[in-house]
């Protein structure tokens, strides 16, 4: 059986596919899949479905492996699974990325990534042989395990929050919101690959421990990250975000403010009406809630929906930003209680605080 290397990425693609993460999609998409999505944000037969799930390889790999009936996947010089290769193509890397992220600028980290990826894509189901044991995944969930302990819980409904920040109390606020609205919360940091000057997964990981350890009734919050890439596609991710926690379990899902935005490549609310496209299809709620902000004048956490001072009194009104905060604590700066809890950033900063490298 001829054999293909996973770099830490692909293998991460490959299990979560394995484990129904990604849903109805069980195998890297053929040539079919892969053109029906980038150009329609549907599967062949129909089913929303926004990104494609690829595994990308050099020209002399491609024709190594076209024709095989099936292929061992080496991950760190193991057997971790099998893939059954039904087509090995091509596209136009610009094109795509146009589809995919609304540009093809290089300083788009989705674009930037995808293109520096091998220029052809193998397609095919996958076989999962055995897991493998990276120093995140004792702090990772699998879909059958998360439906396991809402049952045990008793909870009907559940809402799901994506986040790759360290908390601050903008997203608090809303994960307060939706603790409002249904039985459970479930917090599912995604900590897959990301590009230099993001929260380290140690760190977000020990800053939500903090903030539901110490705020949050503990019986009502569950916490586990999401390893998978970060896409950095913002409406479409969006999407795509809501799918996968369907595939947890969680009834319901939060999209915010420039949901999976990066830089100004996308509007404020862009998510929030991509995913009206599908309303009904998904198979999950959506709460699409405003992004809240710190107001002076109200002292407190709100949004435009509930506070009328960001345009009667802008200058009491002091947005909340992950890109922000995160510069703040980069250049040494402590931000201010009422956007970031202190307990949070002590938390953070007894572990690496950023990504220091992009990984493959």
Not at 33 to 46: I, N, Q, S, W, Y
Not at 188 to 195: A, D, H
Not at 282 to 296: A, E, H, K, N, V
Request: charged share 25%; net charge neutral; glycine share 10%.
């Amino acid at each position: 059986m001829s054999e293909l290397d996973l770099n830490l990425t692909q293998y991460l693609e490959f299990e979560k596919l394995a484990l129904g993460a990604f849903a109805p999609v069980a195998g890297f998409m053929n040539e079919d899949a892969f053109r029906a999505v980038t150009k329609t944000m549907r599967l062949p037969g129909g089913a929303p479905f926004p990104l494609p799930i690829v595994l990308d390889v050099d020209a002399e790999t491609a024709a190594r492996i076209k024709g095989r009936p099936s292929v061992a996947l080496i991950f760190r010089g193991e057997q971790v699974g099998v893939l059954r290769p039904e087509s090995v193509f091509g596209c136009d890397k610009d094109e795509t990325c146009q589809a995919l992220f609304g540009t093809r600028s290089p300083d788009h980290p989705g674009v930037r990534f995808f293109k520096s990826g091998g220029d052809r894509f193998v397609g095919g189901p996958v076989t999962l042989t055995r897991r493998a044991v990276t120093d995140l995944t004792p702090h990772e969930l699998t879909p059958q395990e998360t439906r396991a302990l809402f049952a045990s819980r008793g909870w009907k409904t559940i809402t799901g929050f994506q986040t790759r920040n360290v908390p601050h109390r903008a997203h608090e606020y809303l994960q307060r919101v939706a603790l409002e609205v249904t039985d459970g919360l479930f917090i599912q940091p995604l900590v897959g690959r990301r590009k230099i000057g993001d929260y380290a997964p140690q760190a977000i990981l020990a800053g939500y421990r903090a903030l539901v350890e110490g705020f949050f009734p503990k019986d009502r919050v569950i916490l586990g990250i999401l390893t998978t890439a970060m896409r950095y596609a913002g409406p479409r991710e969006a999407v795509f975000h809501a799918i996968i926690r369907r595939n947890y379990g969680c009834t319901h899902f939060v999209v915010g403010r420039d949901h999976a935005g990066v830089g100004d490549y996308y509007g404020k609310y862009d998510a929030h009406r991509m995913t009206e496209r599908f309303d009904g299809e998904l198979g999950i709620t959506i709460l699409r809630l405003s992004g809240p902000f710190y107001c002076r004048a109200c002292d407190g956490i709100a949004t435009e929906r509930s506070c009328s001072h960001e345009a009667s009194d802008p200058k009491s009104v002091v947005h909340i930003a992950g890109t922000d905060m995160r510069a703040m604590l980069l250049g040494g700066m402590e931000p201010d209680r009422h956007l970031m809890r202190p307990e949070v950033i002590a938390a953070a900063r007894r572990v690496p605080l950023f990504v220091e490298r992009e990984d493959a």
